[in-house]
């Protein structure tokens, strides 16, 4: 019996396209495998949609992603539209594609593959082996709170603001998340926040530690974030799952991506309440090097991994894609990101060949 699902896809700008074109072979190369039938429906976002139609995130494609069973996205973004008032700009959109399907869980997952250790900027004994999930609040935050914005003061000077705020269900919610992952991984969380010095982080720390007695098997420690930034250049084998809110997540996790030695290898779910999630990859829209065929779409390829095992319950398709970016690995295939001495260079649409090729084989 063939399965079907409709899968939005975002490419959304830069190099978006490219490594979307990659994984969209392998969803259909695994797919006819599997027994797996997708039907894919292009929407525009970013950039893109800013062309067409004025706006980042148009309606139609609101809808299209919520009449679908998942949705997969690429990057947004580009210097053309930088300077745009906020409401118009790439990143607006992603904001509210994350609110409007209420994407409150991010998932990003840093693991180093063997294959690529020397292309971290750190030692091999210090990043060996490491295997964090960086569980990142999306919806809440300062990237959301009220009030915000540039308002003059009764003295006639500017003063720009911007809201850190939780309410309790919030933190509870990503909370619950957490716990569940780290069930399922080593059962360490390490809840990361500033308590120190701010009181919506102690608030956070509070209620953290109120879930944590549902899940009592789960090893809970609290780390501020400047200390956890330095802990994962310094000794990132002492994380398992981090837990945190929007904007520390944002920097904890490309520090955590780094780690790996490209962030081009990243994916990442963005999962909510309905069960509807989109895939995506950590790194942006990569303008300086958009079209030219140099980019490294496995981080894309990883996402439609995440997409199969995370939204759509197809673990054994997922695991099939990711034993083809090892497979190609393997085979001392990198694009330039991820170059080093004596492997070969290929640009995304070889890698992309050579990815189908290797899934063929599996
Ligand atoms: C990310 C990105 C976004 C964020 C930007 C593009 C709005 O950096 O997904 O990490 O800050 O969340
Ligand atoms: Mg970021």
């Known amino acids: ?97 994350r609110s409007g399907l209420e994407l409150f869980a991010n998932l990003r997952p840093a693991s180093i593959v063997p294959q690529l250790v020397d292309a971290s900027s750190l030692k091999r004994e210090v990043i060996e082996g490491v295997d964090i999930m960086v569980v990142r609040e999306l919806t809440g935050g300062i990237y959301f709170g009220q009030p915000r914005g540039v308002f003059s ?64 098997d789960v090893e809970l420690t609290h780390m501020y974030v400047d200390n956890a930034a330095m802990q994962l250049v310094r000794s990132p084998k002492q994380f398992d799952t981090i837990v945190t809110s929007n904007l520390f997540g944002d920097i904890l996790s490309d520090i955590a991506a780094m780690l790996t030695g490209s962030i081009g290898m990243l994916p990442s779910a963005s999962l909510g309440a309905s069960g509807l999630g989109v895939f995506e990859p950590v790194h942006g829209s990569a303008p300086d090097i958009a079209g030219q065929d140099k980019a490294n779409p496995l981080a894309q390829v990883l996402s439609a991994a995440m997409m199969l095992k995370y939204g759509l319950n197809e673990p054994e398709a997922a695991q099939q894609l990711e034993k083809a970016v090892i497979t190609v690995l393997d085979g001392n295939y990198r694009t330039g990101d991820i170059m080093s001495p004596g492997m070969n260079p290929v640009g995304c649409k070889q890698m992309g060949e050579l990815l189908v090729q290797a899934l063929a084989k599996i």
């Open 1 to 97: 019996m063939s399965k079907n699902y409709r899968i939005t896809l975002l490419p959304g700008d830069g190099i978006g396209p490219e490594i979307t074109t990659v994984a969209v072979e392998m969803l259909k190369a695994v797919g006819a495998k599997s027994g797996i039938n997708f039907v894919f429906k292009e929407a525009l976002i970013g950039g893109a949609a800013i062309e067409a139609t004025g706006n980042p995130l148009p309606p139609e494609t609101l809808a299209a992603c919520k009449d679908s069973d998942a949705v997969m996205l690429a990057a947004i973004g580009g210097y053309q539209w930088d300077n745009l008032p906020r409401a118009q700009r790439p990143e607006t959109g992603l904001l509210g594609l």
């Open 153 to 216: 003061t009764e003295t006639g000077e500017q003063r720009g603001v911007n809201t850190m705020a939780y309410t309790g269900s919030e933190i509870d919610r990503i909370a619950r998340v957490a716990f569940e992952t780290a069930q399922k991984r080593t059962k360490k969380l390490c809840s990361v926040d500033k308590a120190n010095v701010l009181e919506v982080s102690q608030f956070w720390r509070d209620r953290v530690i109120e879930i944590a007695k549902e899940y009592s």
